[in-house]
């Protein structure tokens, strides 16, 4: 069993930036794909960055201002965004899939308001 821990959420002005943190109890190593998600009020969960062999997949609504990263010395994954837009608001998940199973975190709230 893996537990994930999201961090780094909160509220942000438009234009601002945010640093999500996606801490993994356990080796991330052991995943092929780690990626981030997010859901906002009244819509389905999307993808917004998804990690594996070889590519990385980005929506086309964040591309350019988010950057999806790794640490596997630390067991974490982030999610940099930059230049923040009120359509950016959402709850943010983490999502680590492999062998060993398919895990989401808690989430975030994440609030890009004026």
């Known amino acids: 069993q893996v537990q994930l821990v999201e961090s780094g959420g909160g509220l942000v002005q438009p234009g601002g930036s945010l640093r999500l943190s996606c801490a993994a109890s356990g080796s991330i190593s052991r995943f092929f794909a780690m990626g981030w998600y997010r859901q906002a009020p009244g819509k389905q969960r999307e993808s917004v960055a998804v990690?594996?062999?070889?590519?990385?997949m980005y929506a086309d609504s964040v591309k350019g201002r988010f950057t999806i990263s790794r640490d596997n010395a630390k067991n974490t994954l982030y999610l940099q965004m930059n230049s923040l837009k009120p359509e950016d608001t959402a709850v943010y998940y983490c999502n680590l899939a492999g062998p060993i199973g398919n895990y989401w975190g808690q989430g975030t709230q994440v609030t890009v308001s004026s």
């Open positions: 990690m594996s062999p070889g590519t990385t």
